[in-house]
């Protein structure tokens, strides 16, 4: 996970809160994404971004929400409308090099509804 | 973090055996491959990836080999360590605009000491 740091490491949400994840990277890379880890499960995509000021749902984005203003920053918000928002969530990143683009994750946040 | 390696399949190897990890992939179209490794409570870290027009590769205690025809992707770990019991998953990728990344859910390695 180095360079790609993810805040908190645990988060409590109260029903009909709205919740922010921070995901900082300082690897220069340009694309950013945000993953839902639940147990059993692959990773699934809730929004990925390419390029700053840009970002396209991935397949499970009902109920989040995303920025991406700077390069370094792709915050991630669970709104109150994701009913089931408990599992882990993984932020990576990822840039074009020798015709690969590798994804790098963070260490991860993991949410839970009080 | 721990609830991760809950509901996987384990593999439970002796600390020094050699570790075979499967992967069955579902897109014929995906033409590139990692190998993943996550730990308790961190994310995931990459071990090895492989084109599709390769059938194996080798790196520091780790083999990839990938049949195409059956869609089978495996990761052997040579000399298996208490280090490197976590849970491994691989991905494949479809070249294109957007990358599409698939993730398997994952096996969890078990070394006895």
């Known amino acids: 996970d180095g360079g790609i740091t993810q805040s908190p490491k645990y988060l409590f949400r109260k029903e009909g809160q709205n919740v922010t994840l921070s995901c900082e990277q300082n690897l220069n890379h340009d694309a950013m994404y945000w993953y839902r880890q639940d147990p059993g499960q692959g990773l699934r995509l809730i929004y990925y971004?390419?390029?700053?000021?840009?970002?396209q749902k991935g397949d499970i984005a009902e109920g989040y929400s995303v920025s991406r203003e700077k390069k370094e920053s792709f915050p991630l918000t669970v709104t109150s409308a994701q009913k089931n928002p408990t599992a882990f969530y993984l932020c990576?990143?990822?840039?074009?090099?020798?015709?690969?683009?590798?994804?790098?994750f963070g260490a991860g946040t993991r949410l839970s509804v009080l | 973090g721990e609830s991760v390696g809950l509901h996987l399949p384990t593999l439970s190897v002796q600390e020094g055996d050699n570790s075979i990890i499967n992967c069955a992939y579902s897109?014929?179209?995906?033409?590139?491959f990692i190998w993943y490794k996550q730990e308790s409570g961190k994310g995931p870290q990459f071990i090895i990836d492989?084109?599709?027009?390769?059938d194996k590769r080798q790196g520091q205690r780790v083999t990839v080999l990938l049949n195409k025809t059956v869609k089978h992707l495996s990761l052997q770990i040579a000399a298996t360590q208490p280090g490197d019991s976590a849970v491994y998953f691989c991905?494949?990728?479809?070249?294109?605009?957007?990358?599409?990344?698939?993730f398997g859910t994952g096996t969890k390695l078990q070394v006895i000491p």
């Open positions: 990576a990143s990822s840039i074009w090099t020798n015709g690969k683009n590798i994804q790098y």
């Open positions: 897109n014929s179209a995906s033409d590139y």
């Open positions: 971004s390419q390029i700053v000021n840009d970002f």
């Open positions: 991905a494949e990728i479809e070249s294109g605009g957007y990358q599409k990344v698939t």
């Open positions: 492989i084109r599709s027009n390769m």
